[in-house]
T-cell receptor, first 116, second 113 residues
Framework: NAGVTQTPKFRILKIGQSMTLQCTQDMNHNYMYWYRQDPGMGLKLIYYSVGAGITDKGEVPNGYNVSRSTTEDFPLRLELAAPSQTSVYFC???????????????FGPGTRLTVT | AQSVTQLGSHVSVSEGALVLLRCNYSSSVPPYLFWYVQYPNQGLQLLLKYTSAATLVKGINGFEAEFKKSETSFHLTKPSAHMSDAAEYFCAVSDTGRRALTFGSGTRLQVQP
């Protein structure tokens, strides 16, 4: 299993541009998450999904959108990029059906985004 | 609302010395608690978790953590630090609804030779 994969690894955007961060997991996990990590801070939840077709906001959703059309994929869309969105973005997944790994989240390697 | 406080943004120890990273949590329900490690330019890797089975939890790489309800603490320890332990460590608490994690601000562990 590849686990959780994210693309791209790095990206530089100009203010006002848009982009999509890709996230794919091959573990058949029903829960997926997007977090952002700012320097010296812990991760903060942007959006999450409990299954295909179901998404909801986290603590810091402004400026982002998500969709979940399949179990495997959970893309994060940035519209009208702003310098405040400069961060490292992590995708994670977990399963509610495997008791041995209950509540454990598996993280991708991250996407480092700079908006200038 | 849940919260996690990690005391000490930077901890430096000598190789072979005891590692102690502090974590206190706030939760209105019995918590699920985690420690994750992040090596430079990498994602987060699960070290260990507490899910109310045993108060002393053993994880990977020789780390362990003790859940103390009376102190609302979940401190991470390792008897003897190794150079490869140098990384950032995050304590996190999970809610039972969204199953999302609330993270502390992290502790960067430096190991001196």
């Amino acid at each position: 299993n590849a686990g959780v994969t994210q693309t791209p690894k790095f990206r530089i955007l100009k203010i006002g541009q848009s982009m999509t961060l890709q996230c794919t997991q091959d573990m058949n996990h029903n829960y997926m998450y997007w977090y952002r990590q700012d320097p010296g801070m812990g991760l903060k939840l942007i959006y999450y999904s409990v299954g295909a077709g179901i998404t909801d906001k986290g603590e810091v959703p402004n400026g982002y959108n998500v969709s979940r059309s399949t179990t495997e994929d959970f893309p994060l869309r940035l519209e009208l990029a702003a310098p405040s969105q400069t961060s490292v973005y992590f995708c994670a997944s977990s399963s509610s059906e495997q008791l041995s790994t209950l509540y454990e989240q598996y993280f991708g390697p991250g996407t480092r985004l700079t908006v200038t | 609302a849940q919260s996690v406080t990690q005391l000490g943004s930077h901890v430096s120890v000598s190789e072979g010395a005891l590692v102690l990273l502090r974590c206190n949590y706030s939760s209105s329900v019995p918590p699920y608690l985690f420690w994750y490690v992040q090596y430079p330019n990498q994602g987060l890797q699960l070290l260990l978790k507490y899910t109310s089975a045993a108060t002393l939890v053993k994880g990977i790489n020789g780390f362990e953590a003790e859940f103390k309800k009376s102190e609302t603490s979940f401190h991470l320890t390792k008897p003897s630090a190794h150079m490869s332990d140098a990384a950032e460590y995050f304590c996190a608490v999970s809610d039972t609804g969204r199953r999302a994690l609330t993270f502390g601000s992290g502790t960067r562990l430096q190991v001196q030779p």
